[in-house]
């Protein structure tokens, strides 16, 4: 799974395409109204959907954008900096390096006693691999 910050961005991108959808739907759908004093205009070559089915068409799409705005606002509010002060952000830094530091120091204490153990094993394997040749 993607960090929050792609998330993000993959939602925003998401969203423009919602917003380019719309707007070429009504752009393509909608009724050829006349302005005053003019006779309506009919275009024999566009198929323009009823005003149920249009009205309809547009509520899902605005509802769409309403989720996708809402999923936008669900990943800002739950990125590590909104809503934290700037002092609160550093201390946390710091905790987050002094226990980097310690499981640091584990893993090169860890490291020290798996090369002790192997010197060991190594070891009594040869003792033992010299026993059984000197008892031949």
Known sequence: MSDRLTQLQICLDQLVEQFCATLNYVDKSHDLL??????????????????DEFKSTINELSTDLILKTRQILTLIESLPGANVSQTEQLLKIQNL??????????????????????KFVNQLILEFSKDLINSK
């Open 34 to 51: 006349p302005a005053e004093n003019e006779e309506k205009l009919i275009d024999t070559t566009r198929e323009i959907p009823s005003n």
């Open 97 to 118: 390096q002094r226990e980097l530091l310690n499981v640091e120091q584990e893993k090169i204490d860890q490291t020290k006693k798996k090369d002790e153990l192997q």
